[in-house]
């Protein structure tokens, strides 16, 4: 069975920084597009970053870029999401998602198996 479970969420001041986890069960990380989501209160879900299935590179949204870095851990079947520099509007729940068809991974409303999300909250 398919299970996506993140950690590592928590409350930080602004200009803190967190590392989220995302641990895969039941699949290979490596045979999927993979990324990040985030869903702020009264905002819709939005994905901020992400990793090719095809060759394994990475894109970012213009809202993280230079803040933000993706890594993916292939023996411990782990997803991270390094966040530094954090600002208050980046305080949303974080999802990780798989896009089980796409070779590409920024085809965003393709995603198709998700994680519970976990809280992240930055404090002005």
């Known amino acids: 069975q398919l299970q996506l479970v993140e950690s590592g969420g928590g409350l930080v001041q602004a200009g803190g920084s967190l590392r989220l986890s995302c641990t895969a069960s039941g699949f290979t990380l490596a045979d999927y597009s993979i990324a990040w989501f985030r869903q702020a209160p009264g905002k819709e879900r939005e994905g901020i970053v992400c990793?090719?299935?095809?060759?394994?590179?990475?894109h970012y949204a213009d809202s993280v870029k230079g803040r933000f870095t993706i890594s993916r851990d292939n023996a411990k079947s782990t997803l991270y999401l390094q966040m530094n520099s954090l600002k208050p509007e980046d305080t949303a729940i974080y999802y990780c998602a798989i896009d089980q068809m796409s070779y590409y991974c920024q085809r965003w409303g393709w995603y198709d198996y998700w994680g519970q999300g976990t809280q992240v909250t930055v404090s002005s």
């Open positions: 990793i090719n299935k095809s060759d394994g590179s990475t």
